[in-house]
């Protein structure tokens, strides 16, 4: 195990009923809000009103930001930030999934910085006095809700950029699983592989030592397994949804990469993806990662093929733990495709004409990865495997 | 899974030399302190010398109380609360295991408060203004370094008392395992026992649907086990030793319970022994948890049966689940044996002769825990199956 620092002070409030608390958790930081949000489904299902009436209740002023979008907008931080600016304004509420949980971070970032707030996600320099942020969250998948994350698309240039730091964790999370019901398919799945990915980014490392939190991922992975087959079956099921969105939050909140080095290249190489052909996340990280690992797994025969047999329960292989291994990236493969996740570019119509200079983009500030370095030709391999 | 609100803010300092930024860490919080911790072993291995050096160049003035003892006393926590008095400190800092940690906690509740601190422990009262307590932990056990709770005994009456209550969470923890190198085998052993323990209690519950924390608490069942046979034999193994520390905090920072309902049972049936015969806390768990499964398994066979087949590899006996579920019991109990821990009364050389008094003192302010609620006579007939 590596030497570590790890403090994930988010306030979670999880269960039934718990966005009415939203009120009174906010006031403990202050009076005046911006409140963040996406599209029309927080209107459409009455959980905008819900929110308006607790923050009310509690004499809170709201100034708002809806239009948020997947893959948030640099263009609309700004816009945020200006609000904020303007109205004295020194809380933010993100309700909604990843992207305006990502979005009220930046702007929280942007309010008290006099540069441009797209600096922090281009540079090493880190932003001071940033604002507090709390979330409602409606899309178990980015894990920013408690995480020390936010990642951002500038539209010129397409560019798809994270900021890391332990200044923007949430002061406070509330879930209620009972928000995610009316999720459609498609959201539900997409959330589901970029919570399986989190886990996968940390679970293959070339630290040693690591047989606890190892393990602490692999059941994570089972449940997530399980609990996918029973949601998609009954997608009002309170407790299928309720474990899909606790997992959502611990595998990314940190604890299951304390002491871990960790991997993060096929984020990276998604994020070539969805800010060219603007495909969500989780269905390019479902495309990236089998490819990914088809390319990488030599690397660690035996890391492997523990994941096949512990994740996945596949047969062990004893004279043959190459055999064992590949098991398991074709099971996760399968799982994918079993349950409609894409696992080709194929299947998301985009063309190999641009896979160069996906390659080239994604490694023009050196190579990705840690559990396998990778330069510009290996990431054009790995997107040639995941063409089909 | 139930509604929960979970947060655990401590901030982790993990790995080799940690203890080397105890002066930066506690500089953020005070410039005088009291440095509390308990026998020898700290100055034995030079640790204490570390700790003062890092205090001093960080220019923070150091009063000291040591003394402190397994089943740490009420006596000492009011002689602590006397110190900070007098001399205006507003910061404690534990040196030690979960004792050292939970007399901090105790001090830090009782410095602002007029009244007596053993109010805290023995009614609904709780403490306001609490002192933020920081640690560097050298035994893994109590889990206190990132828990919310504390517990004291009082010398009068023998009795052994628990606070719970977020504002006792410490503010940091520094661990690092080789501090636990030069354990002996049996303390290395009592908080093996105690770490299991914490799984255990929030293992056995009536909660259902809660899948995801059972395969956490599993894992680390399972990584804790292989570890201990590890460290037996390499007392040195910093891999293992690491794995082991780690384990015990996250074991007891609440994470694993979020959701569930816990027991408890067990450990306010121990606390009556080691109150009266002042035997280790894990000793005593270890005694007592198989005797208490022993007597509650039929309240839920297939639970018991899974923790059989998880943990254990457990032949599944599909036409018997009962057999199954008795084969964990056996195997946990094995398990204890093998390594060394006590497993019955006898072992540690308790007569039966006051069985009844701790049965109904262990009982006097109601029924013990949820799983299956203890009146007095089920406690008496544990205590009976734990005499062999």
């Not at 006031?27 to 299902?45: M, Q």
């Not at 009103?49 to 100034?63: H, N, P, Q, R």
């Not at 692999?218 to 996918?228: P, R, Y």
């Not at 894409?342 to 063309?351: A, E, H, N, R």
Request: hydrophobic share 40%; glycine share 8%.
């Amino acid at each position: 195990m590596k030497n570590f620092i790890f403090q994930s002070p988010t306030r979670i409030i999880f269960g039934k009923d718990t966005e009415l608390e939203i009120g009174k958790e906010t006031k403990k930081f202050a009076g005046k809000v911006l409140l963040h949000y996406g599209g029309s489904s927080i209107k459409k299902y009455g959980l905008y009103e819900k929110v308006m009436k607790s923050l009310k209740d509690e004499d809170i002023e709201v100034f708002e930001l809806g239009g948020v979008k997947p893959n948030p907008r640099l263009n609309l931080v700004y816009e945020g930030i200006k609000i904020c600016r303007n109205n004295n304004i020194k809380f933010i509420l993100a309700v909604g999934g990843g992207s305006a949980i990502d979005s009220a971070k930046a702007i929280a970032c942007g309010v008290n910085y006099k540069g441009d707030i797209w600096d922090f996600y281009t540079t090493d320099k880190k932003a001071e006095k940033v604002l507090p942020v709390g979330v409602i969250l409606t899309i178990p998948a980015a894990g920013s809700e408690a995480s020390n994350g936010s990642v951002i698309t500038k539209e010129e240039g397409l560019l798809k950029k994270a900021y890391t730091d332990e200044t923007i964790r949430p002061v406070f999370a509330i879930l209620n699983p009972e928000l995610t019901f009316t999720l459609p398919a498609e959201q539900t799945l997409n959330g589901i592989s970029d919570i399986f990915a989190h886990g996968l980014e940390r679970y293959f490392t070339n630290t040693q030592n690591v047989d606890f939190s190892d393990r602490l991922i692999e059941g994570a992975f089972k449940s997530l397994i399980k609990n996918t087959y029973i949601v998609l079956e009954k997608p009002h099921d309170y407790a299928a949804r309720a474990e899909i969105m606790w997992i959502g939050l611990v595998m990314h909140n940190g604890l299951f990469g304390a002491g871990r080095e960790e991997d993060w290249a096929s984020h990276m190489i998604e994020h070539e993806l969805s800010a060219i052909y603007d495909i969500a996340h989780g269905a390019g990280l479902s495309i990236v990662f089998p490819a990914w690992m088809r390319y990488v797994y030599k690397h660690d025969i035996n890391r492997f093929a523990q994941f096949a047999i512990r994740v996945f329960g596949a047969e062990t292989y004893f004279n043959d733990m190459e055999k064992t291994a590949l098991e398991g990236i074709k099971r996760l493969k399968n799982f994918y495709k079993e349950v409609g996740l894409p696992t080709s570019l194929g299947d998301v119509s985009i063309p190999d004409t641009l896979l160069k200079v996906m390659a080239e983009k994604s490694t023009s500030e050196g190579p990705l990865g840690h559990f396998v370095k990778l330069e510009t030709k290996d990431v054009l391999n790995i997107l040639k495997i995941a063409m089909n």
